[in-house]
Each structure stands twice: as structure tokens, then as C-alpha cells.
């Protein structure tokens, strides 16, 4: 366990899993630098055949630490976008070569729910929601988002999520085509267990070879993930994006 994340290994199948639950999961540097690590000590070892990524039982995360945002927005900017624990995290998504499932139980927001169009198997809760509020932070897509979530579910019901900040429910987002399967409340993990299992009981040769051929090219990927973030860093330090922040942080004050 590293701080808010807890790493596991059971038989062939690796488990993450956010766990900081008073602040609804949300992904602080750590968690992202902790992930990307679990992430990629799984590549070169053959004893992990599958990546199980999970908030437990309740939520999935809120998305990035809003106070790290605030941070970063006033701070004058000391981390080169390209070198944040963020899109170091979403490299390893992109170059990652092992199956990976996402268990959803409650609510996925911003990166929480962008990070799902890079699994190869989404279970989501009944009682799942998916929000990505970039917009009405004053910020811009990230994740590669702005080149998957219209690929996956069309220009428009893709600009009604990333740019209107429309909610799906998990029924929504199976239709939209980035969940897989709607299960009950409190059984996400053990569902992503059972197709975990039936991944590792493929030819994990073929496997690999085959979820290549599926995906985007990396290159291409990475390509869009770096222009969003140099956007995403400008966005940061506007006028429009502090004032989010702040009023988050001020609304229980009110
Ligand atoms: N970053 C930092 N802290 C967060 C957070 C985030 N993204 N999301 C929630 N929290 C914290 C809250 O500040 C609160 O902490 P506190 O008890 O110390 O005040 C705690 O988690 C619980 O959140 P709260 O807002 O009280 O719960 P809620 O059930 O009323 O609402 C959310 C939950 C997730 C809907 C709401 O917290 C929210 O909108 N969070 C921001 C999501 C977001 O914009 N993420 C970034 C996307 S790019």
C-alpha cells in the first residue's frame, strides 16, 4: 500500500485500487505516480496477465485533487506540463499491453471517467455516474479523451459529455459504448474478477497481439494527449479556472 492506493496480486491478475474515500477518491500526485508504477512493473512480467482498476465499494474517484488544481493554477508553474504525475500516469495507460478492466462503483468524474476509454472492459454499477465538468472548471478535455470519446460514441453525444458536462448514468455510458456491463451495487469487483479470469485463461500471446491490433496507434495517442495537456496547463492558470477552484473549496463556507 503506497499512501491512497493500495496494489495487490492475485494469481495472475494485478488489482488497484484508490483508496481515499473522505475525499471521495480523488487522485492526488501520489496516487498517480503510485498507479503508473503498478502499471508499468506489470509489463515486463509475465506472472501479471490482466490489470483489475478499481475505488472499491461506494465511488470510483472525483478526478484529480481539486486542491492540487488550485496549486497548480497559482503556483507560476514550476512542473513542465508534459512532466506532471498526471500525464506520466496516462503514458502509462497508452503504453500499457495488458488487459485492463475498470470496476466503477459510484461516481467517475473527470479522469475517472476519460481514463475508462483507455480499458478494455468497463463493469459499472447500477448506480455508477459519469461526469467529465472540464468546461465548467474553465479547462479543456484531457487523457486523450478529445480523440477517443468521439471515436467510441459519436461527435455529439462526445461534445454533450466533454463540453456540456452532461452526466451519464451507467446505462447512458453502456449505450454510449465505454461500459461493458451494468451490474448490481457492490459487486463490481467481484464481476471484474470473473472476466479477469476469463482474459487469463486466453493465449496470453494472442491476447497481446490482438488488444494491439484494437487499439489507436500510440503515437497518435500520445500526440493528442500532449496537445490537450499543453492546453490543459494554460487553462489552468486562467482567470476562468482559479475562480472554479475557489468556489469549490468556498462552497461549504457559504
Ligand atoms: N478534489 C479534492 N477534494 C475533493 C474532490 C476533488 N476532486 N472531490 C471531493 N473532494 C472532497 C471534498 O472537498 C470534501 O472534503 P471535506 O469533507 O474535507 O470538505 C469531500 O471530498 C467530500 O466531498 P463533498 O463535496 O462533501 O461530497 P458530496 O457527496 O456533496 O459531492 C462530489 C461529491 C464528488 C460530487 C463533489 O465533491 C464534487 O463535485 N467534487 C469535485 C469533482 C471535480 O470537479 N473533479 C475534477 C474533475 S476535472
Redesign the pocket.
Known sequence: MTGHLIVSDDDAIRIITMRRP???N??TREMYRAMSGAIDSAQNDPAVRCIIITGGSG?F?????????LKDSTSGGSVAPLASDAVTFLYSLVHNTKPLIAAVDG?A????TTMLFHCDHVLASQTASF????I??G?VP?GGSSLLAPRTMGHQRAFAMLVMGRTLSADDAREAGFVSTVVAPGSTEAEAGKIAREICALPAEAVAISRKLLKPPPDELTRRINQEACLFAERLRSEEAIAAFQA??A??KE
Open positions: 473522505d475525499k471521495k480523488a487522485i465511488v474517484t472525483a478526478g484529480n485533487d481539486l486542491d492540487d488544481f461516481i468524474i473527470g479522469i475517472g461526469s467529465t465538468p472540464f465548467h472548471l479547462l484531457e469549490f473549496f462552497r461549504k
